[in-house]
């Protein structure tokens, strides 16, 4: 259908004078007797075009003024009469769909709550248009930032038979329906389509180690699972996972290389979405583009577990999970670290080996792994890091002691044994940093169709 992105005539690359067509959706209309306004949006822009509509001249569709029809307009492109831009003076419409007067999306500004009920609709406001333009623009940003520095784009299995996080999240991959024929559960899976247990995977780190001790520097973009029960505004069932994993790096060279990421993406973002971003700052977080700015200028802080604790102790705050070394950090205690003590985002380093995975490289004081997780204030943890354990008979160590099935693991331990290199990695949760970036407070607000605890449509 031949016509003009509105984006392009908003931005004044079509000129005042020019014919055009326009298609689009009827945002807000004002009809009278004489005239008729109509502001349309088609996707393109968060702008809308306002249409005029001259009865003297052209007797517009019932149709054209209902909220939410969908138009095709040909018009003269003017200086706005408001002398805020153009507008289009029209000379024909049709309407290519009406909408009914039940169209859910009556008032202009409604609460986030209420279009969770109506996800196939939302997408059409601009709030949503905004989150789904920067998400866009940042997934490209993120390729690029790989792709300039020469990592390989890896696409790893969301089918798996092994449990990467070992924390008993991943959802059942099964053809077998109920049945009581099964005397036990080995009997069960080996019926079952992969003959054995599968899952979908909670990350791509595995099969992403066996790629970078390969090809070097990868990464991977796709989604993962976890079958939490966590019915909280920063989880999902499905996200998307970044999941870069570098041959020959230890803990400070890939937390280097977090920071640059973040920063990369960040300052990308506020080059192509700024009017985007100036409406986030209007509509949901005061002062997110300085937030932005001193991420981009200023050094992460990189603070050790044990004097975080230490400091959350001393800090006289009465938190619901009480704090002490050992502990796993809380929601409240990581926003109090990078919210209330540091101010800014925060790599918290070497937290003790019970609370985290079995994968993660031990360090020599027996009680610590190289581990980081990257905390950002409003949101918590967006980054899981860590440097990976190279030695073959601590890894099995640490697996042993967790009671895993090392025969599910064989190509993994494998990459111990052949060659074993130092090397790291880290899980960006695609969601937690476009909530940080967009200050969209619910996870469920950043994704087009959530996945949570009892919801799915
Ligand atoms: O900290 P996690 O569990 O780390 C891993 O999966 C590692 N294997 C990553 C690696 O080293 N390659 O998850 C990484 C990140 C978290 O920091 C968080 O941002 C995001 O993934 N994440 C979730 N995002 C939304 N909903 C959930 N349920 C999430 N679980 C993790
Ligand atoms: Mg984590």
Not at 6 to 30: D, K, L, M, N, Y
Not at 182 to 190: G, P
Not at 197 to 219: D, N
Not at 278 to 295: N, T
């Amino acid at each position: 259908m031949q016509h003009t992105d509105i984006r392009e005539i908003a931005s004044g690359v079509i000129p005042v004078g020019a014919t055009v067509t326009v298609c689009g959706w009827v945002r807000t209309a004002r009809d009278s007797k004489n005239m008729a306004f109509i502001e349309l949006n088609d996707g393109t822009t968060l702008k809308h075009m306002q249409i005029v509509v001259d009865k003297a001249t052209l007797t517009p569709p019932a149709a054209a003024t209902h909220l939410g029809a969908a138009l095709r307009v040909v018009g003269t492109v003017v200086e706005a009469q408001n002398g805020r831009g153009v507008e289009i003076n029209a000379s024909a419409i049709d309407v290519l769909g009406d909408c009914p007067a039940d169209y859910p999306l009556q008032k202009k500004f409604q609460k986030l709550e209420t279009l969770r009920e109506a996800p196939h609709l939302r997408v059409r406001t601009n709030t949503f248009n905004a989150v789904f333009r920067v998400r866009s623009v940042m997934a490209a940003a993120i390729h690029r930032f790989f792709q300039e520095r020469g990592y390989v784009y890896v696409n790893t299995p969301l089918i798996t038979g092994s449990d990467c996080e070992g924390a008993g999240e991943m959802f059942q991959v099964t053809t077998i329906g109920y049945s009581d024929k099964y005397h036990s559960r080995e009997e069960y899976y080996a019926n079952d389509f992969f003959g054995r247990r599968a899952g979908l995977s909670v990350s791509g780190q595995l099969e992403g180690e066996v790629a970078a001790t390969a090809f070097g520097k990868i990464y991977t973009f796709g989604p993962s699972f976890r079958a939490e029960n966590s019915n909280t505004p920063r989880h999902v069932a499905e996200f998307w996972h970044i999941e870069p994993e570098v041959a020959f790096a230890e803990l400070p060279d890939i937390i280097k290389i977090a920071e640059e990421m973040i920063k990369y993406i960040i300052s990308d973002v506020m080059a192509n979405c700024p009017v985007e971003l100036a409406f986030f700052e209007e509509r949901f977080e005061a002062g997110l583009l300085d937030k932005l700015r001193h991420v981009v200028e200023n050094d992460f802080a990189i603070v050790e577990y044990t004097d975080a604790i230490e400091q959350l102790k001393a800090s006289g705050r009465q938190f619901e999970y009480p704090v002490e070394w050992g502990c796993d950090l809380q929601t409240e205690h990581e926003r109090y670290i990078t919210e209330v003590l540091y101010k800014k985002p925060v790599f918290l380093v070497n937290y003790p080996k019970e609370i985290k995975s079995f994968y993660m490289k031990q360090n020599p004081d027996g009680k610590t792994v190289a581990a980081t997780d990257l905390l950002v204030p409003g949101v918590g943890e967006i980054i899981g890091c860590s440097e990976r354990e190279a030695d073959y008979d601590k890894l099995v160590a640490a697996m042993e002691a967790r009671h895993m099935d090392l025969s599910a693991y064989r190509d993994y331990l494998d990459l111990r044994k052949y060659g074993s290199v130092p090397h790291s990695g880290f899980g960006l949760g695609f969601e937690r940093i476009l909530m940080y970036v967009t200050g969209m407070q619910n996870i469920r607000d950043v994704i087009l169709y959530p996945r949570t605890v009892g919801s799915i449509r």
